[in-house]
Structures are given as C-alpha cells and as structure tokens.
C-alpha cells in the first residue's frame, strides 16, 4: 500500500461517525439498519458511511439471505483502531 491510499483511509476514518461505526464493527458483523439504530443517524447516511468505507476496502459486505452483514476487512486498520481505543 503506498503513502497516498494509507492517507485517504485515514481520512476517511476522521469522520467521528464512520470511526464510530468501524468501532462497532471490530469483532462483530452488523447490517445497515443495526448500524443505523446504534449511531442514531438515519439509514441513508449509515449506508453512504458504509460506501465510503468500503470503496476504501476498510470494510466488506457479506450477503446474508436479504442484508448485508458488514465487518472490518482490512486487519492493519482493526489493529490500529483498537489500539487507539486502548487508555
């Protein structure tokens, strides 16, 4: 990965609610309307979150009968965001 992409994921993940939502993705799968619910924001705005982060491969879809279950799929960025989380 070069410095340029490293540096648009992290903007991407400047934004508090799409820090937020790859918070709750660590270690769990959830759907848009779950994310939605969680953040208190409507699903329109968790679904161009979740576009924004996964069209930086942060995180991926998985099709599970009618939704859409996300998670983290890039492991440097789940090490890193867990770190930052730590006190």
Known sequence: MNVKNVSEQLKILGHP????IVMGL???ECSVSKISEGLGI???SASR??????NFDIIE???SGT???YFVKDDKIARMVKS???D
């Open 42 to 44: 409507r699903q329109a």
């Open 61 to 63: 879809g998985k099709r």
């Open 84 to 86: 930052l989380m730590e």
């Open 17 to 20: 609610i799409r820090l937020q």
């Open 67 to 69: 939704q859409i279950c």
């Open 49 to 54: 979150h979740l576009a924004l982060l996964r």
């Open 26 to 28: 660590l270690g769990n």
